[in-house]
């Protein structure tokens, strides 16, 4: 009888094709958490446009309308329900008829404008938001108080779709300081 001995110079079928499930199950779980990390990305910048569009908005109707003489759009008086409206328009502080007014609110060239006119209007927003929702409701404080304009806004990244879409909303109620 011959004894031979066989010395083993490599892997056999079954290791290799464990190897290869085991590298296979780890670039699919990696390719996952990767592909999550830049949808996050992605969400995370929508919100800081819509975000700091409204910010910006918000602020300037903020000052604007503080620092107005009066509100010249129809306000309602308690306890009537108050009408709100698309435009708000206002007397500045210099004498001048001003708005901010919502131009085509909830389609995709959609915008908040401050102007006389809005042949003459200044965009408040850029074209990376589309605005969702434009409220301005206006209410004459009974006696001598200055009126109040409530504020509603929300708009949406206009660049972004499905799970990356973010949307922010903000509200803020304006007493006129110049009254």
Not at 14 to 20: A, G, K, N, S, Y
Not at 60 to 67: L, P
Not at 99 to 105: D, E, G, L
Not at 139 to 157: F, H
């Amino acid at each position: 009888m011959k004894n031979i001995n066989y010395i083993s110079k490599g892997m056999t079928l079954l290791e290799v094709l464990v190897v290869i499930t085991i590298f296979a199950v780890l670039g699919i779980l990696v390719t996952e958490s990767v592909a999550l990390t830049l949808q996050g990305a992605k969400k995370s910048a929508s919100i800081v446009r819509a975000r700091e569009n409204l910010d910006y908005s918000i602020a300037i109707i903020e000052r604007q309308i503080r620092g107005a003489s009066s509100i010249t759009s129809q306000c309602t008086t308690p306890p009537a329900t108050p009408a709100p409206a698309a435009e708000i328009d206002y007397t500045d502080q210099y004498g001048k008829l001003s708005s901010f007014f919502c131009v085509n609110t909830g389609g995709n060239d959609s915008y908040i404008a401050s102007g006389s006119s809005l042949l003459t209007a200044s965009r408040l927003t850029n074209d990376t938001v589309k605005i969702a929702g434009c409220l301005f409701t206006c209410i004459t404080a009974p006696g001598s108080n200055p009126p109040e304009v409530d504020v509603d806004l929300a708009m949406q990244d206009a660049s972004a779709s499905g799970i990356q879409s973010a949307s922010a909303s903000a509200s803020t109620r304006i007493y006129l300081r110049n009254y």
